[in-house]
């Protein structure tokens, strides 16, 4: 296979697929076959690019992608691409990301933006509801979903472009490599049903009910788990979120990276938690990322 694979310069549970120039040259013609716009209104488009992508690297990818994504000790991809030309623009970040959706899972509707992917902003001036595009303010550690009916197993975020941007470095931990993980998941209130709402720029009008841990096939913990959305009911629950997230955000086993423009990161939802530090302050700060989360293919 053309893409290389190697561990990642911090840690070897995240690993880093490189994809060559001269590859991402040979998508450029069945890329052009699907616009957008049939990409968000005809589902079936997506399998079928998803398919031509797999195929240029000889139908290994997606079983590369698989393992990876459900290997506990691993769980998290990096693609790298070598794009500095500018053929490979926004609209095709898209139909790479959407490709590589459609390799591993179904995405999820996402309310956000009434289509199976968002695009959002980080700019200098904000006024949203969420500390989702809040630059000056640390998107402390969570997993996605939280706050919906739907099954969330893994998520995609790819930077489509940015300028004027120093710091807001991608943060992850996975949950193994977690000081209190024994701590907190064992204890009980961990265990209890939370009330999980959100803001109104998600579009979600109902509450949900769910634990913040639970376990896996193999008896082994995941979380389910954001700081802004859970409703505590009680002092219990409502200092058990503060020990929770305190004992997050000072874990020492953090992995802290850039993400170069045009890379997307893969991540397996139940036992990766992920965030954003702070940027430095610029009037001309500008970040725009693509979302797809959803669940693995039964």
Same mark, same amino acid.
């Given at each position: 296979?053309?893409?290389?694979?190697?561990?990642?310069?911090?840690?070897?549970?995240?690993?880093?697929?490189?994809?060559?120039?001269?590859?991402?040259?040979?998508?450029?013609?069945?890329?052009?076959?699907?616009?957008?716009?049939?990409?968000?209104?005809?589902?079936?488009?997506?399998?079928?690019?998803? =398919?031509?992508? +797999?195929?240029? $690297?000889?139908? *290994? !990818? /997606?079983?590369? @992608?698989?393992?990876?994504?459900?290997?506990?000790?691993?769980?998290?991809?990096?693609?790298?691409?070598?794009?500095?030309? =500018?053929?490979? +623009?926004?609209? $095709?970040?898209? *139909? !790479? /990301?959407?490709? @590589?959706?459609?390799?591993?899972?179904?995405?999820?509707?996402?309310?956000?933006?009434?289509?199976?992917?968002?695009?959002?902003?980080?700019?200098?001036?904000?006024?949203?509801?969420?500390?989702?595009?809040?630059?000056?303010?640390?998107?402390?550690?969570?997993?996605?979903?939280?706050?919906?009916?739907?099954?969330?197993?893994?998520?995609?975020?790819?930077?489509?472009?940015?300028?004027?941007?120093?710091?807001?470095?991608?943060?992850?931990?996975?949950?193994?490599?977690?000081?209190?993980?024994?701590?907190?998941?064992?204890?009980?209130?961990?265990?209890?049903?939370?009330?999980?709402?959100?803001?109104?720029?998600?579009?979600?009008?109902?509450?949900?009910?769910?634990?913040?841990?639970?376990?896996?096939?193999?008896?082994?913990?995941?979380?389910?788990?954001?700081?802004?959305?859970?409703?505590?009911?009680?002092?219990?629950?409502?200092?058990?979120?503060?020990?929770?997230?305190?004992?997050?955000?000072?874990?020492?086993?953090?992995?802290?990276?850039?993400?170069?423009?045009?890379?997307?990161?893969?991540?397996?939802?139940?036992?990766?938690?992920?965030?954003?530090?702070?940027?430095?302050?610029?009037?001309?700060?500008?970040?725009?990322?693509?979302?797809?989360?959803?669940?693995?293919?039964?």
């Amino acid at each position: 296979m053309s893409f290389t694979i190697n561990s990642h310069e911090k840690t070897k549970r995240v690993q880093v697929v490189n994809i060559k120039h001269e590859d991402l040259d040979r998508l450029v013609f069945p890329f052009k076959k699907h616009t957008i716009t049939s990409l968000e209104y005809k589902p079936f488009s997506r399998f079928t690019l998803a =398919k031509s992508l +797999d195929e240029v $690297f000889e139908n *290994k !990818l /997606s079983k590369v @992608l698989l393992k990876i994504l459900n290997d506990r000790d691993t769980g998290t991809i990096i693609i790298e691409t070598e794009i500095n030309n =500018k053929k490979f +623009d926004k609209d $095709f970040l898209i *139909k !790479l /990301s959407t490709g @590589l959706a459609y390799l591993v899972g179904n995405p999820n509707f996402d309310s956000m933006t009434g289509k199976y992917y968002a695009r959002f902003y980080v700019k200098h001036q904000d006024a949203s509801d969420s500390y989702l595009r809040k630059a000056y303010t640390n998107l402390d550690l969570h997993t996605d979903g939280t706050y919906v009916k739907e099954k969330t197993d893994w998520l995609i975020m790819t930077k489509m472009e940015e300028q004027g941007v120093s710091g807001g470095e991608s943060v992850i931990l996975h949950l193994d490599d977690w000081e209190h993980l024994d701590e907190l998941s064992k204890n009980p209130v961990g265990q209890q049903d939370f009330v999980w709402g959100s803001p109104k720029s998600k579009n979600i009008e109902y509450k949900v009910k769910h634990p913040i841990f639970k376990k896996d096939n193999n008896g082994k913990p995941i979380i389910s788990y954001i700081d802004q959305f859970p409703e505590p009911k009680n002092m219990e629950q409502g200092l058990f979120l503060q020990r929770l997230s305190d004992c997050l955000e000072e874990s020492k086993n953090k992995i802290e990276f850039p993400l170069p423009v045009g890379s997307t990161i893969l991540s397996n939802n139940y036992f990766w938690l992920h965030g954003r530090k702070i940027f430095k302050e610029n009037t001309n700060l500008s970040r725009e990322l693509l979302r797809i989360r959803g669940t693995f293919f039964n």
